[in-house]
Structure formats: structure tokens, C-alpha cells
């Protein structure tokens, strides 16, 4: 197969893009996406040019590291794919693609393909976690948990922080990360305690980010490489709501 | 220097750890932020490390060269994890865990370290599910259990196919609470790329800023590495692309003692290569063989037919034949050769990469025929689906093409049973240290290593370690920081200035493919030899004809991956060593000289030992220390699957 690439090149934080042209002539179909980059850049190299900075790691759709644009849509053509697992018989010979980082404020561009992601990092920070000290667990089936209810925090836990839903969304809202992290813990029994300050601080820190509020576009769903379901975004507008109207004063604050 | 002394417990295994923690020191809680801790590397063992330490009050500096901690490779461990909690009432117990695990490492692994492992692999289950890990629950709303490579017994806890991502979240979240605190400081994109060590002792890091480029040193009063295994020394393995053994490495060649560095696991059921650009491979999980039958064409002249166009007859189903008792469940270890001897002998099945068949069959169709597709599905399904978005072939319609690929390695530096290096105060935790899998791993047993070393050991013997010491008294001015940021920048000025013909993937692929050639599966004197003397020419054509772009300056992957590539070009050589002087077959080691009728012959006379290499200056012959290994609570059997 032979593939058209418009790459954007960007040299720093600062420095301003581009598209660049690239011609790949001998892809196979058996490739995937990012090992034809790989021969691309090793041919990049050779004539001494910068390689395309891209993002990855595990290559196994699990990590998250990978993701940019193709052709406008995150991670590719192929739905509940990431870009690491979409392989080149997706495509047409002759096509001609366009590779772009994820576009948000809160996600600086780094380098070519490569983003700032630790917006989502400071999510978590605020509020995604149980507080439990090492060692002060009690014995794991001492309180059982009903299997839908871990089922469903398990399809929300299953979100692997890519950042496809931020850069799919309209308004870069984060809204679908966030929901995700807060329903993994807000379905569990153990996550009780610190459901309403957990659901309103990481709600704020979203804003503090500069990412975008939600409109109800469901993009974010449509991209999910792990189909995290727009439902949970209901879940965590409640919760704030309850968390900042209804309920006074507040309960279980956290240690922090 | 002679090996330091492992610090075993003596007397009854069952109180060793309890008493060994009665024993140790502490640190009195106001004095712990005096303290500062660094951490290498965010998996499993490094991240459930610093947020415990952090817990605890120490001052605690974690560092990973991904963007978040989050990416570690421990996220995309997916069977799940072994604890002695006995849920299934079917006879499972601490002493069967450890009983296991010390056969499973074919007596290679230290009695002590192995049953203190089985010991806290409970509370690792029940922190887990403290932290909100959602583990595969029964209607009743206990937690499920299933059996697991081949255990008589149902003890692996699991998260659907991603049981390591839900641990590590669960270890990330715990970080991330004390990042908001204050008392850990993350530094994601930051690459360790020496050891300081002062006065004897470790006292911190040199690293790189991968984004600006900036080298720089961090102090402490303690190091520890979580920085993983070196399977990416074989280029295609099923680890992420950036695992590496440069931060263990560089320690190395500070001091510490590499051990066992020849046993490597080799997985038997991973996507084959597909062609000569192909840059990882992926594991499909081993319950694929509870169904799957695995088969080669008898005759050579039939491996480029279509697989519906081979008669039954024309087919052999060569683990059943061998292995008549245990068939398609033979463990990971002989599996992979028994595929490996298949496609050596041309009988291979798939694309042919570079003139050979490397792949062998899984055949679901009995199965299907005897459970029906909606059963095979529900149990197979998205392993199916997985296959067939890599391979495009339907697994219910072709059989499946699988082949060994590396996959985790039990070799690592040397610590004692405090889990220290034999530099004091650099402690070494998960894959990075040796001491818990001997020369084969238990399916299962990597993620309850690397918890139970970072939430239940490491806390203690570092505390032990600090109470002796006073906090502090040194910066970053003093003249071995000084020194290892003047080695690392010169080092990346050199490889930048070499300006050759060659990129650093073209070296790092021939020599993972001489690795996997000769350190692989199957090992020979004759082969091992040979490589031993072709890779340092290689790296030697490496240093002169290597071709890197752009600057120091700038987020440069491929700088990052020549740096690390130089040090599999190291690392490789004491491995083969190590495999050459190891003439006995066990565990994941298998000597083609030294078999009974095809299974691995071990040589428990002059072999029951752990085996430490110390560096002794580029382009001289490390030094071998030997550990004796005694056991005393599980007699040493040859194992037999026939």
C-alpha cells in the first residue's frame, strides 16, 4: 500500500507548526499504525531529518500513551481502538491522512504528536482516590459488594487516560475522564465517605484546568477506545449538585 | 569484594518475618520528613513504595520517564494475582503458596524471600479492595477466585483481562493522595541515568529532564529502584517499548551485584511476527490452552496450505503426544521449546519472516464443536477479538497462530533479604531484584511480588536501614554529583557527535535477534560463545556508526532509546556469561547439552546457587559470587509433566 501522510511538526511548546508532507510507498497491511511511522522515521533518520515525535508505550492498548488525530477523529477510523491496535488494512491504498496532536488548552502540544497530559494527573490529585493508609485495610470480604454495582465501577475503572475524549470533545471537556474516575470509586461501598467532596473538588479541579464544559455531544463515548459510557457524566453532574447545593455542611472531608 | 551476607532469618520460616520485623529499627514519626527516599520507577513496586513511604512521613521523590506514573508496564499485566486467602476452601494455605512457588522457580529462589512473599500476599488483597480495586466479584458479592497456570488450586484474584491496570491504578491513586500532600514529589519524563554513591553508600541520582534536555542530581538518604525487568534486551518481547535496564545497569556498574541474569521467562502463547518491521509483541493469555489444541503439519511440504486444507491425520499434536498427561496445560516453559523445536524442524505455520515459519497453530474448532460457540465466546471472546484485530483472521474460522515471545525476567540485582543491593542504601524492589522466582515464574506471581515488596517490606527494612544513619548532610555540589552529571551530559554529547550511517533501532534488532537466537529458548556452549564474541564488536560498530538527530537539548526519542540500547549492548553480554557458566538446565534455562530425553536436567550438586555478578571495569571479566542456596522446607524433586 502506499499512504499520503500531512504530519504536524512542532519543535517545542513555543515554536509554531506545521503540516508536513510524507510519502510512505511500501506499508503493509499487517502493520500497524505505529510501526509505519516507525520505518517512516527510521528512514527520516537516515537522510537526517528529526524523527516524528509520537507518543507510546505498551503497544498493547492498555497503557494509554498513544494518541493523535487521524484524519479528525482520535485514535483513527477504527471504533474502541487505540492507535497502538489499529492496523494499516483499515485504510486504502492511496489514502491520504492527517495526523494531528490532540487539540486542547489544558493539554499543551510538547512536541509534534507528543502532549502535556498531566492536567489529568492533577484530576486525580483532587479528590480520585480512597483515603486509606497501607496496612489499615480490613480483611478484602468482610464486606461484600453487590456484583452489579462492582461491574459497573469496573466498565468505569476500565478508562485508560488517553485523553481522546478531550481531544474529540467540542469544548475539550474533560468531563468524561473525570466521570470515569469518580464513578470507579463512587459505586463502591468503600468510596462512600468522601463521594461528595471527592465528586465537587475534582469537578473544580476540571475547571481550574482550563478544559471545557459539557454540552452533551457524546463524541467523547464515540472515541473511547474503552467505550466508557456518557451515563457516568449524569453520575458525577448529581453528585456535584449534591455535593455543592444539597448538602450542607459538608461531610467526610479528606485529610488534605 | 566478597558477597555481603543475605541476612537470612534463622530458626522456623513461619515466625522469620514476624520477628525480623520485631527486630528491626524505626524511625520515630517527627523524625521521619528528615528523611528524603527516592524512588525509581512508578509500576506496582515503585508507586505502592513512595506512597506508603510518603504515608509514613519520609520525604519521598518518585521518578518516571513516562508522562504520567499511571503508564508503568505493570498496567498491562493482565491474568492476576496469586494470595494464599483460601476463599475456596480447596486446601490452600501460606505453605502451599510458598510450597509452589519454591518448586515452580525449580529451587533456584531463596526459601525465606518465598514464603515471606505467600505470607503478605493476603493483605495485598485486602489493601487492594480498601482502595477501591474492582476485582471479579461472585453474585453472593465475595471476591471471585479462578486457578491459574496450572495451580491445583483457585488463588489468582483478577479484574477481567486487566488485572495489573486495576492494581496499579489502585497503587497510582495512593501516590497521587500524597503528591496532594506533599510529602511525595512525582517527576514524570525524568530519566535516572547514574547512581551517586558517596562514602559508600548510595546517596542519590543523576538524571535527565527528557523533555528540556536538562541534566541534573537529586540527594538522598536512600535510593530504591522499581525500574523493572530487561526482556526488551531480545528487542521483540511483550514488554512496553521503553522497559529498559539502564537505571538498573548503571547501578550496576556502581556496585551492585547483578544476579542471575540468564533466567529470562519466555511466554508460549503470543501473536507471531508478522514481518521484518514488526516492533513488540503481544501475549494472548495462557487460558487460551484450556481449550485451544495445539498442533503443527506433520509433513514440512504442507505448511503454506491453508490449515482447513490439512486432514486430521496430516496433523501432529505434538504436546498431547509428548505430554499425554498433562497435553496442551504443559508449563509455560516447556511449551515454548516444544514450539520452538516444531518450527526448527520446518514445520512452522504462517507468513515466513526472513526465509522461516515461526508459528504454530491453536485450534479452537473441537472446542467449538464440543461447547458451542456462544460457550467458547463467552469465555474467549475478547482474547478472540483481540487476535483478530492484530492478526485480521478469525479465530473462530482459522485457528490461531501462536509463538513464544519473552516476557518477564526473574534475574535482577542482587539484594539481601532486607531487599538491599550490595551498595548500602540502594534497595531494589518488583523485577528489578532477583530473589523471589528462582529460574521460572508462577502465572500470577509478578504483581504480588511487586506489591508486597513496595506496601509490606520495603517500608520496614528501609526504616531499619535510615534509624542507623543521620539525615541529610550532603548537596548536590558535592563532587560525585558533580562528576556523574558531567559523565551522563559527555555521554550524550558523544553518542549525538558519532553522526553515523545506522539508527539505533537497526542495532538494537540484531541484537535482540542473536539474544533470541542464542539466549533464548535454548542455549549451547558453541552459541553462546559466539555471541559473547560478536557483541562487543556490535558495540563497538554502535559507538562509531550510530546515527542520532536533533540535540540534547529538546525531547529526543531517539537519544533516549540510543542511551538505553548502549546499555542492552552491556547488560547482553553478562548474560550470555552468565548463561555459558550456568551448565545445567532449570527453570526458564535450558541447556540443549544438558537434557534427559528432552526435558531440562538440573545439577543440583554443582548448581544450588545464585549466581552474582560484580562489575570489575568496562572491558574486563565481571567477577562471579556465588550464593549457596539451602532448602530445607521443600526437598528439591526433578519436575516431569509426561
Not at chain 1, 200 to 224: L, Y
Request: neutral net charge; charged residues 25%; contains cysteine.
Amino acid at each position: 500500500m502506499r499512504m499520503k501522510l500531512n504530519v504536524w511538526r512542532q519543535n517545542g511548546r513555543d515554536a509554531k507548526g506545521a503540516f508536513q508532507k510524507y510519502d510512505c510507498p511500501d506499508v503493509s497491511e499487517h502493520m500497524s499504525f505505529l510501526e509505519m511511522l516507525d520505518v517512516l522515521n527510521e528512514r527520516i533518520e537516515s537522510e537526517g531529518q528529526d524523527p516524528i515525535a509520537f507518543e507510546h508505550d505498551c503497544r498493547e492498548g492498555i497503557c494509554g500513551s498513544c494518541g493523535f488525530m487521524i484524519n479528525g477523529a482520535a485514535h483513527g477510523p477504527q471504533p474502541r481502538t487505540t492507535v497502538c491496535q489499529l492496523h494499516m488494512r483499515s485504510f486504502k491504498d492511496g489514502d491520504e491522512l492527517w495526523l494531528e496532536p490532540w487539540r486542547a488548552k489544558a493539554f499543551p502540544v510538547v512536541r509534534d504528536l507528543v502532549v502535556d497530559r498531566t492536567a489529568f494527573d492533577r484530576i486525580v490529585q483532587a479528590g480520585g482516590y480512597i483515603s486509606t493508609n497501607t496496612g489499615s485495610a480490613p480483611e478484602a470480604n468482610a464486606a461484600p459488594i453487590r456484583k452489579d454495582s462492582a461491574d459497573k465501577s469496573f466498565d468505569a475503572a476500565a478508562c485508560i487516560g488517553c485523553g481522546a475524549c478531550v481531544a474529540m470533545c467540542p469544548n475539550a471537556s474533560a468531563s468524561l475522564f473525570t466521570a470515569a474516575k469518580l464513578a470507579h470509586l463512587n459505586l463502591l461501598p468503600q468510596g462512600q465517605p468522601e463521594r461528595l467532596i471527592r465528586s465537587e473538588k475534582m469537578v473544580v479541579q476540571m475547571d481550574v484546568e482550563g478544559f471545557g464544559h459539557c454540552t452533551n455531544h457524546s463524541d467523547c463515548e464515540a472515541v473511547c477506545p474503552k467505550g466508557i459510557s456518557v451515563t457516568n457524566i449524569a453520575m458525577m453532574n448529581l453528585g456535584y449538585v449534591q455535593a455543592t447545593l444539597l448538602s450542607s455542611p459538608r461531610e467526610g472531608s479528606t485529610d488534605d | 569484594m566478597s558477597l555481603p551476607p543475605n541476612k537470612l532469618p534463622t530458626g522456623p520460616i513461619q515466625q522469620a518475618w514476624t520477628e525480623r520485623k520485631f527486630s528491626m529499627k524505626l524511625v520515630n514519626p517527627a523524625n521521619r520528613r528528615k528523611y528524603t527516599v527516592i524512588v525509581v520507577g512508578s509500576g506496582l513496586a515503585g508507586a505502592s513504595a513512595a506512597a506508603t513511604l510518603g504515608e509514613l512521613g519520609y520525604n519521598v521523590h518518585c521518578f518516571c520517564f513516562q508522562d504520567t506514573p499511571r503508564r508503568a508496564h505493570s498496567i498491562a499485566a493482565q491474568g492476576g494475582i496469586n494470595a494464599a486467602k483460601n476463599y475456596q476452601n480447596d486446601g490452600d494455605s501460606v505453605y502451599r503458596l510458598f510450597y509452589d512457588t519454591v518448586k515452580g522457580g525449580d529451587f533456584r529462589s531463596r526459601e525465606a524471600n518465598v514464603y515471606r512473599l505467600s505470607e503478605v500476599s493476603v493483605n495485598i488483597i485486602d489493601q487492594a479492595v480498601a482502595q477501591g480495586v474492582p476485582f471479579a466479584r461472585e453474585y453472593g458479592g465475595l471476591l471471585a477466585n479462578r486457578s491459574f497456570g496450572g495451580a491445583q488450586v483457585s488463588r489468582t484474584f483478577y479484574a477481567r483481562g486487566q488485572t495489573g491496570q486495576q492494581l496499579l491504578l489502585g497503587a497510582y491513586s495512593a501516590l497521587e493522595r500524597q503528591i496532594a500532600r506533599g510529602t511525595v514529589t512525582m517527576h514524570p519524563r525524568t530519566e535516572m541515568l547514574d547512581l551517586v554513591v558517596v562514602d559508600g553508600r548510595a546517596r542519590g541520582i543523576t538524571v535527565r529532564d527528557l523533555e528540556s534536555g536538562k541534566v541534573s542530581s537529586y540527594v538522598a538518604d536512600a535510593v530504591a529502584l522499581g525500574t523493572g525487568g530487561y526482556a526488551n534486551v531480545f528487542y521483540l518481547s511483550t514488554n512496553a517499548k521503553g522497559c529498559n535496564v539502564t537505571a538498573t545497569w548503571r547501578a550496576h556498574k556502581r556496585g551492585a551485584y547483578f544476579a542471575n541474569p540468564c533466567f529470562t521467562q519466555i511466554h508460549p502463547t503470543c501473536i507471531p511476527v508478522a514481518g521484518s518491521y514488526q516492533s513488540k509483541l503481544t501475549l494472548m493469555s495462557e487460558s487460551l490452552r484450556n481449550d485451544g489444541r495445539v498442533w503443527v503439519p506433520k509433513d514440512p511440504e504442507d505448511c503454506g496450505k491453508h490449515p482447513s486444507e490439512i486432514a486430521e491425520g496430516d496433523r501432529d499434536y505434538y504436546l498431547e503426544r509428548k505430554y499425554p498427561s498433562f497435553g496442551n496445560l504443559s508449563p509455560r516453559d516447556i511449551a515454548s521449546r516444544a514450539a520452538k523445536e516444531a518450527c526448527d524442524d520446518g514445520r512452522g505455520v504462517g507468513p515466513s519472516v526472513e526465509g522461516v515459519r515461526r508459528g504454530v497453530y491453536l485450534d479452537f474448532a473441537d472446542a467449538v464443536k464440543r461447547l458451542g460457540k456462544p460457550a467458547v465466546s463467552e469465555k474467549y471472546g475478547n482474547l478472540f477479538e483481540m487476535y483478530q484485530r492484530i492478526t485480521g483472521e478469525d479465530p473462530y474460522e482459522v485457528p490461531m497462530r501462536m509463538y513464544p515471545a519473552p516476557h518477564y525476567t526473574m534475574g535482577g540485582l542482587w539484594v539481601d533479604y532486607q531487599l538491599q543491593s550490595t551498595i548500602p542504601g540502594l534497595f531494589v524492589i518488583g523485577e528489578a531484584n532477583f530473589s523471589d522466582h528462582g529460574a521460572n515464574r508462577l502465572g500470577a506471581s509478578a504483581l504480588m511480588q511487586g506489591l508486597a515488596d513496595g506496601y509490606f517490606v520495603l517500608p520496614f527494612t528501609l526504616a531499619d536501614y535510615l534509624a542507623g544513619m543521620k539525615p541529610g548532610g550532603l548537596d548536590s555540589t558535592h563532587a560525585a554529583f558533580k562528576d556523574a552529571e558531567r559523565e551522563v551530559a559527555q555521554r550524550t554529547n558523544t553518542l549525538l557527535n558519532i553522526k553515523g550511517k545506522r539508527t539505533v533501532d537497526s542495532f538494537h534488532r540484531e541484537l535482540g535477534l542473536m539474544m533470541w537466537d542464542t539466549c533464548g529458548m535454548a542455549r549451547t556452549d558453541e552459541g553462546l560463545s559466539a555471541t559473547l564474541k560478536r557483541i562487543p564488536e556490535l558495540r563497538e560498530e554502535f559507538w562509531k556508526n550510530v546515527t542520532i538527530s536533533g540535540s540534547g537539548a529538546e525531547l529526543n526519542q531517539s537519544l533516549e532509546k540510543a542511551g538505553r540500547v548502549a546499555d542492552f549492548l552491556e547488560f547482553a553480554e553478562v548474560m550470555c556469561l552468565d548463561a555459558r557458566t550456568r551448565a545445567e538446565s532449570c527453570g526458564g534455562h535450558f541447556r540443549t547439552e544438558f537434557q534427559d530425553q528432552g526435558e531440562a536436567q538440573r545439577n543440583d550438586a554443582e548448581y544450588t546457587h545464585a549466581s552474582a555478578w560484580e562489575y570489575t571495569g568496562a572491558g574486563n571479566a565481571p567477577n562471579l559470587h556465588k550464593e549457596p542456596l539451602t532448602f530445607t522446607y521443600v526437598k528439591p524433586v526433578t519436575r516431569s509433566y509426561k
